[in-house]
């Protein structure tokens, strides 16, 4: 009985190897049959030993890197779409030598992505996927998956079919070529998006449609007669041994040619990359892990990198069959590796067979994965996105079909940038306007303070700002603060920016931003930044940097409306103490004088409340943390602020950590000497109470005008 559970997990473990490897080494013949056609198409046999062995490499370096279970690697569908885009005008140049020259820029592209890979892990641009036009990524996807499908009919009837031919499509015997292939694809793509179809109806649907074709071709025909009419993918010579690019292949290639096309190469590579972010990151999403994506991006340069050499196809993690390893079973990294041995030995021992494909699976592949990658678009264009969003993607996609890839792409980005300049041009930059009045700083002010502050509530100006800045919305403000500037009254004031709610700023709106500090400061009011940091890039480096020389940029709202009300209060801040003045006679004789340095902590949270203090000079400030463990300002207490009173009346123990903020006296009042006084003098200890009780009511306001403009 024990040997049964081992049993069963050997018999799986076989089945995902042989499933897997099927599948991918049927996809990575159809798509180099894809490129090697035409007058390159004698290199067919070459080019399948390299691409099967170079997608085992790939399965094998990351199957074993990988810090994720059942991962798989292979060669990748939009690398070989982009290739195709430039390929024309290098067959013409290199003549000849066509075939030589193509292997050669399969290996310059695998060495351009793995180096790209390494150094996108290197500078951690795992998180860059979240900050392109995804309407372009999903209309890309969509449409490569047109071009697989056209392509897959270009490889039933081993032609290459432009509007021109489209007629000829339905002529009886081009028909029967293309309409099982298609029939075919329909099969692998309704089957592989099946939840409820078994893991292996796809590897399985695939040889099925091989085996079949040939059991038919041996009742009623001869091997020989298909080969000869085409239908297969073969025949291949005897002898397709694996090698290296050699010098003499190097010197061939005509590398002006290869250079003019550089831009196209360049492209390549960065969708490379971008695939891989996106697969990465639809796999943390499916399988509700986390994935170490730069770990996992270099271990796919590296991988590319030791495939260059072969001119092999580019590889890296393949989202479609990851999930179905994990739904499988698969876990470790045992099966991936395994599946890459099996492919490396399908074009070490097996190149051969591999004419023996028919024309029609391995176009029905292509089909399959077209439809896999078109069909999701085509739902989700119809459900959730806009009009704008449905005319860019379906822009993307007939541009890709009728134009050429390179140009959808740009296209693409203009369009997504167009639209989104459009959109946030129409969002205003202002999340909250707010006078003084309505916006206070934590500081603990006086009733005389407090009242000198009300009186000039109309100098003091706060903006909220939030989303991304760029010229158009940072223009709308600055055109609402140039209005402000031009309708204020006499006399100097500060505005107070806000920018912990923007997402990013672009040159251009930095600029704007530069031009309206200087235009307020030349009114005659003062401007502070507050949150600058936290959205800081490298265009507002030298915008950061004279605010900090100036004084003018902090790391919070609270700090500059700190700043803003000193300097409105014209050096009266600290000027009173009313607890001091109110204490009684009684208690000021029980308490003890005590100064601390900056920077001492005074109490901390959770200790036990056995004191309170009355602050006679200097400053100290109560501090909490947050839900994302950043410890922050809850209040500033100057001359005459009462601090740890609460604690102190009600037993409980310390709600926040207290510390000096410059060198301070205190006087202090400990437990026990209260204790004391409501025995001997209760009369002051009940003045004592009534003192606090206004100090917390007071408090509670001032708290209370916060927290609702935190809630807004």
Same mark, same amino acid.
């Given at each position: 009985?024990?040997?049964?559970?081992?049993?069963?997990?050997?018999?799986?473990?076989?089945?995902?190897?042989?499933?897997?490897?099927?599948?991918?080494?049927?996809?990575?013949?159809?798509?180099?049959?894809?490129?090697?056609?035409?007058?390159?198409?004698?290199?067919?046999?070459?080019?399948?030993?390299?691409?099967?062995?170079?997608?085992?490499?790939?399965?094998?370096?990351?199957?074993?890197?990988?810090?994720?279970?059942?991962?798989?690697?292979?060669?990748?569908?939009?690398?070989?779409?982009?290739?195709?885009?430039?390929?024309?005008?290098?067959?013409?140049?290199?003549?000849?030598?066509?075939?030589?020259?193509?292997?050669?820029?399969?290996?310059?592209?695998?060495?351009?992505?793995?180096?790209?890979?390494?150094?996108?892990?290197?500078?951690?641009?795992?998180?860059?996927?979240?900050?392109?036009?995804?309407?372009?990524?999903?209309?890309?996807?969509?449409?490569?998956?047109?071009?697989?499908?056209?392509?897959?009919?270009?490889?039933?009837?081993?032609?290459?079919?432009?509007?021109?031919?489209?007629?000829?499509?339905?002529?009886?015997?081009?028909?029967?070529?293309?309409?099982?292939?298609?029939?075919?694809?329909?099969?692998?793509? %309704?089957?592989?998006?099946?939840?409820?179809?078994?893991?292996?109806?796809?590897?399985?649907?695939?040889?099925?449609?091989?085996?079949?074709?040939?059991?038919?071709?041996?009742?009623? !025909?001869?091997?020989?007669?298909?080969?000869?009419?085409?239908?297969?993918?073969?025949?291949?010579?005897?002898?397709?041994?694996?090698?290296?690019? !050699?010098?003499?292949?190097?010197?061939?290639?005509?590398?002006?040619?290869?250079?003019?096309?550089?831009?196209?190469?360049?492209?390549?590579?960065?969708?490379?990359?971008?695939?891989?972010?996106?697969?990465?990151?639809?796999?943390?999403?499916?399988?509700?892990?986390?994935?170490?994506?730069?770990?996992?991006?270099?271990?796919?340069?590296?991988?590319?990198?030791?495939?260059?050499?072969?001119?092999?196809?580019?590889?890296?993690?393949?989202?479609?069959?990851?999930?179905?390893?994990?739904?499988?079973?698969?876990?470790?990294?045992?099966?991936?590796?395994?599946?890459?041995?099996?492919?490396?030995?399908?074009?070490?021992?097996?190149?051969?067979?591999?004419?023996?494909?028919?024309?029609?699976?391995?176009?029905?592949?292509?089909?399959?994965?077209?439809?896999?990658?078109?069909?999701?678009?085509?739902?989700?264009?119809?459900?959730?996105?806009?009009?704008?969003?449905?005319?860019?993607?379906?822009?993307?996609?007939?541009?890709?079909?009728?134009?050429?890839?390179?140009?959808?792409?740009?296209?693409?980005?203009?369009?997504?940038?167009?639209?989104?300049?459009?959109?946030?041009?129409?969002?205003?930059?202002?999340?909250?306007?707010?006078?003084?009045?309505?916006?206070?700083?934590?500081?603990?002010? !006086?009733?005389?303070?407090?009242?000198?502050?009300?009186?000039?509530?109309?100098?003091?100006?706060?903006?909220?700002?939030?989303?991304?800045?760029?010229? %158009?919305?940072?223009?709308?403000?600055?055109?609402?603060?140039?209005?402000?500037?031009?309708?204020?009254?006499?006399?100097?004031?500060?505005?107070?920016?806000?920018?912990?709610?923007?997402?990013?700023?672009?040159?251009?709106?930095?600029?704007?931003?530069?031009?309206?500090?200087?235009?307020?400061?030349?009114?005659?009011?003062?401007?502070?930044?507050?949150?600058?940091?936290?959205?800081?890039?490298?265009?507002?480096?030298?915008?950061?940097?004279?605010?900090?020389?100036?004084?003018?940029?902090?790391?919070?709202?609270?700090?500059?409306?700190?700043?803003?009300?000193?300097?409105?209060?014209?050096?009266?801040?600290?000027?009173?103490?009313?607890?001091?003045?109110?204490?009684?006679?009684?208690?000021?004789?029980?308490?003890?004088?005590?100064?601390?340095?900056?920077?001492?902590?005074?109490?901390?949270?959770?200790?036990?409340?056995?004191?309170?203090?009355?602050?006679?000079?200097?400053?100290?400030?109560?501090?909490?943390?947050?839900?994302?463990?950043?410890?922050?300002?809850?209040?500033?207490?100057?001359?005459?602020?009462?601090?740890?009173?609460?604690?102190?009346?009600?037993?409980?123990?310390?709600?926040?950590?207290?510390?000096?903020?410059?060198?301070?006296?205190?006087?202090?009042?400990?437990?026990?000497?209260?204790?004391?006084?409501?025995?001997?003098?209760?009369?002051?200890?009940?003045?004592?109470?009534?003192?606090?009780?206004?100090?917390?009511?007071?408090?509670?306001?001032?708290?209370?005008?916060?927290?609702?403009?935190?809630?807004?």
């Amino acid at each position: 009985m024990s040997g049964r559970p081992e049993a069963s997990s050997i018999g799986r473990d076989t089945l995902a190897v042989a499933a897997l490897a099927l599948a991918q080494a049927a996809l990575s013949i159809s798509l180099v049959a894809l490129v090697f056609t035409g007058p390159i198409a004698h290199g067919l046999p070459r080019a399948i030993t390299i691409t099967l062995v170079s997608a085992g490499v790939v399965a094998i370096v990351v199957g074993r890197r990988s810090r994720f279970d059942g991962l798989v690697a292979g060669a990748q569908d939009i690398a070989i779409i982009v290739l195709l885009a430039i390929l024309g005008p290098i067959v013409a140049a290199a003549g000849d030598d066509a075939v030589t020259t193509v292997i050669v820029l399969m290996g310059l592209c695998s060495a351009g992505v793995g180096l790209g890979m390494i150094a996108a892990a290197a500078l951690r641009l795992g998180t860059i996927i979240q900050h392109l036009p995804l309407t372009v990524i999903g209309a890309f996807a969509a449409g490569t998956g047109w071009l697989l499908m056209k392509g897959g009919i270009d490889v039933a009837v081993d032609d290459h079919i432009g509007l021109a031919g489209l007629g000829g499509l339905f002529e009886t015997p081009t028909l029967w070529r293309w309409l099982p292939a298609v029939v075919l694809g329909v099969t692998i793509a %309704g089957l592989g998006a099946a939840r409820r179809a078994p893991t292996w109806t796809v590897s399985a649907t695939i040889l099925l449609a091989a085996v079949g074709f040939h059991v038919v071709v041996a009742i009623g !025909s001869s091997l020989t007669a298909v080969e000869d009419d085409g239908w297969l993918i073969g025949p291949f010579p005897s002898s397709t041994a694996l090698r290296l690019i !050699s010098l003499d292949e190097l010197r061939s290639v005509p590398w002006g040619t290869l250079l003019a096309n550089g831009t196209g190469i360049a492209t390549l590579i960065a969708v490379s990359v971008i695939g891989l972010l996106l697969n990465l990151s639809a796999l943390e999403v499916q399988a509700g892990e986390r994935i170490p994506v730069d770990h996992e991006v270099r271990s796919a340069g590296i991988a590319n990198l030791a495939i260059a050499p072969l001119g092999g196809v580019v590889g890296y993690h393949l989202l479609g069959d990851s999930l179905l390893a994990r739904r499988m079973g698969v876990r470790g990294r045992t099966i991936p590796a395994l599946v890459g041995v099996v492919l490396v030995a399908s074009g070490l021992i097996g190149g051969e067979s591999a004419g023996l494909l028919p024309r029609l699976v391995a176009g029905g592949v292509l089909v399959g994965v077209g439809l896999s990658l078109l069909v999701p678009w085509l739902a989700g264009l119809r459900a959730g996105v806009g009009w704008p969003e449905r005319l860019l993607g379906l822009g993307v996609v007939v541009s890709m079909a009728t134009i050429g890839v390179l140009e959808a792409v740009v296209l693409g980005v203009v369009a997504a940038s167009g639209l989104f300049v459009a959109r946030y041009s129409r969002i205003d930059p202002v999340r909250l306007a707010a006078d003084g009045g309505e916006l206070r700083s934590s500081v603990d002010r !006086s009733a005389d303070e407090a009242g000198r502050l009300q009186a000039t509530n109309g100098r003091r100006r706060v903006f909220e700002l939030q989303g991304y800045l760029f010229f %158009g919305s940072a223009s709308r403000l600055a055109d609402r603060v140039r209005t402000l500037l031009a309708t204020a009254d006499d006399g100097q004031g500060v505005i107070v920016f806000d920018l912990r709610h923007v997402t990013g700023i672009d040159a251009t709106a930095r600029s704007v931003l530069d031009d309206l500090d200087r235009e307020i400061l030349d009114a005659g009011w003062s401007a502070l930044w507050a949150g600058l940091r936290t959205t800081s890039t490298d265009s507002l480096t030298a915008f950061r940097d004279r605010l900090d020389a100036d004084g003018r940029s902090f790391a919070d709202l609270d700090r500059a409306l700190e700043v803003a009300e000193a300097a409105c209060l014209d050096g009266h801040e600290g000027s009173d103490s009313p607890v001091s003045d109110g204490l009684p006679d009684g208690v000021r004789a029980i308490m003890t004088l005590r100064s601390v340095d900056a920077g001492t902590t005074l109490a901390e949270r959770g200790e036990p409340s056995d004191s309170m203090y009355v602050v006679q000079s200097g400053w100290v400030s109560a501090y909490g943390i947050d839900d994302d463990g950043q410890r922050h300002r809850l209040r500033r207490f100057g001359p005459g602020g009462l601090v740890g009173e609460l604690g102190f009346v009600s037993g409980a123990p310390r709600s926040a950590d207290v510390a000096a903020d410059t060198d301070v006296e205190l006087l202090v009042l400990d437990r026990r000497d209260y204790d004391r006084l409501r025995q001997e003098d209760p009369e002051a200890a009940t003045e004592l109470l009534q003192l606090i009780v206004q100090t917390l009511a007071d408090r509670l306001a001032s708290l209370s005008d916060r927290h609702t403009r935190s809630l807004r």
